[in-house]
Structure formats: C-alpha cells, structure tokens
C-alpha cells in the first residue's frame, strides 16, 4: 500500500533561513512523488514533481530511493513562503494521489 | 481557461440524508478524482474516474460513490450520512491519458457539514 508520512505538522523558520520539509513514503513499486502547497485562502496546487527535476520559488526536492524519501528544500526561506505544504504520491501512471498530513510552514520576518 | 468548478461550495444536511456533489473538470482533461479533507485525516483520495469508468477507489465504505458523464463533468454521491462525513470534498481533473506526470489540478472544494 502507498503510504506518505510528513514527521512535522508545524515548521516555523526566519526569512533568510534555510527550509527542509520532510517527507517519507512507503511503497513497493515506482512511485511518483510530489509536492503540492496550499496559501492562505487558495486552492491547492501543484509545486513541484520529482520527474521534472526543476526547481520552483527555488524549491527543490530529490528522490532518494535508499532512504524513501522526498524532502523539499529551500536556501532562503521568504515570507511569502508561508502555507501548507503536502507530499503526495501515486502510482505509476495513475491518479490515485495519496497525501501525507501537511506541514504549515511559517516564515518569521 | 476556467478551472475546476465545484457545487455546491457549502451545503449542511442532516444525518441519514444524501448528498450529490458536482464538479466540472477543466475543458479537455477527462480525468476526474475525489478526496476528502478533515482536520483529523487529513486528504485522503476517494476514487478517480476516466472516460466514465472508476479507475481508482481509496478506502472508503459504499455509502460513498460517484460516477462521469460523456462530457467528463462528475458527481459524487454519499448517502445515509453520518456526522464524521463532516467534510471538504476536494474535486480534481487532470489529462489523465496515462502519462503520471500530468499535472492534477485541484477546485476550491464543496463544504459539507452534517447535523
């Protein structure tokens, strides 16, 4: 079974400061790993996907299939970086997206 | 082009009632999926449907259900309703041609609150 586990429900760093949310998953398979963020008062979207190797508002997150895990980081955390932040996981070539709890990052002036 | 439009933003019903949920995916995407947000389980998938079959189904009881007409728009339908389906019901279409990397786009949810 897919399984996406976010250790950290609340994160709270200055601006300027480094970010890592983390994320572990379980899956036996090929996942696709994500990350998708919520601001205030928003829908929820797309950030990132670990396919595409991009880098997002300066985001990155790599794959490490040793240690299953996906965590977003950040050098230099901004204000308007603040929002819910989840990783998600489906199946290859699937839809079936499953979510891990979320992390509410705050970013400290 | 316009986003994923879901109705009834907010609704309340009574337990045991049903409810149908509509959504309405963006123009040429023909995957539509569901989830259920609470602040206890957080988002959790419900099914995906594609070309009018269930091509997913999470773990939930059959009181939950939804179905896709030809022009992609769908609908889910929980009947009997009990307090814990107290909820934000998340609507998402996507591609959906196979390729996973197809990006999901999420609506602003239909609130549901049972009493």
Redo the contacts between chains.
Sequence with gaps: AQRVTQPEKLLSVFKGAPVELKCNYSYSGSP?LFWYVQYSRQ????LL?H??RESIKGFTADLNKGETSFHLKKPFAQEEDSAMY?CAL?????????????TRLTVKP | KA?VTQTPRYLIKTRGQQVTLSCSPISGHR?V?W?QQTPGQ????LF?Y?SETQ????NFPGRFSGRQFSNSRSEMNVSTLELGDSALY?C?S?L?N????????????SWLTVV
């Design positions: 696709e829908r929820l979207q797309l996907r396919i595409s989840y489906s199946r290859y070539n699937n839809n079936d997206m499953r979510f891990g709890a979320g | 986003g995957s999926s989830y957080g988002l959790q998938f995906e594609f091509r997913n189904k999470g998340l998402a996507s959906g196979g390729y996973s990397g197809n990006t999901i786009y999420f609506g602003e949810g």
